[in-house]
Structure formats: C-alpha cells, structure tokens
C-alpha cells in the first residue's frame, strides 16, 4: 500500500500564493502516478493536476491551467502543487492520490488517497 500525506494549505487573499506538499514513504514513490484533486463543500471531488511516474508528463484542469504547477522530487518522495493567482473558487480540500500505473485524470482511477488539506482563499 501507499500512505500520503498532504500539508501546505492555509489562508491566502485573492490573487496570493501557496504550495501544497504531497509526502509519501518507501522504495514505490518513484513508480507511482500522483494526482491532486479538490473538493469543494457540497461538490463533487474534482481533478486538478496530475504527474507521470518520471515527472515527464504533467496534466491540469482548464480551470487551474497556467496557475498551478505539479511537479515532483523522487528524491524526496515529494509531489508538489504550486498554486498561483488564487481565486476564491479555488477554496477547497485539496487532496493528493496515487496509482500504480500510468498517468489518468480521473478520480475513480486513483487507489490511494491522503487525508487532504483545507485552501481558502478569501475575496
């Protein structure tokens, strides 16, 4: 199995910065697909980055494109979300998942979920 863990978010004014962290342990971080996604009160939990086993490939949401980065340290067992020009629609839990296979944008495909991490972004 793999354990997540997520930290980073907080309390940020519109147009503001954060970076949420996705920390894992052992010898399978580096073969596994991550994936952020997102749940808004009263929402269905969303997509919104995701990042090859290499780090090679990397996919987002429109909603979040040209905002948000992912990017991982396999060194580190460390996957990345850099947010950027936050809006108060981003408020949300943000989670981190992970799959043994390739890259996918969908969250049923996704076997390991961390407990997630509170962003809100006030107006």
């Known amino acids: 199995q793999v354990q997540l863990v997520e930290s980073g978010g907080g309390l940020v004014q519109a147009g503001g910065s954060l970076r949420l962290s996705c920390t894992t342990s052992?010898?399978?971080?580096?073969?596994?697909?991550v994936g952020w996604f997102r749940q808004a009160p009263g929402k269905e939990r969303e997509f919104v980055a995701a990042?090859?086993?290499?780090?090679?490939?990397?996919y987002y949401a429109d909603s979040v494109k040209g905002r948000f980065t992912i990017s991982r340290d396999n060194a580190k067992n460390t996957v990345y979300l850099q947010m950027n020009s936050l809006k108060p629609g981003d408020t949300a839990v943000y989670y981190c998942?992970?799959?043994?296979?390739?890259?996918?944008?969908?969250?049923?495909?996704?076997?390991?979920w961390g407990q997630g991490t509170q962003v809100t972004v006030s107006s």
């Open positions: 998942a992970a799959r043994m296979a390739v890259l996918v944008l969908t969250t049923t495909a996704y076997d390991y």
């Open positions: 990042i090859s086993r290499s780090g090679g490939n990397t």
């Open positions: 052992g010898r399978t971080f580096r073969s596994i697909t």
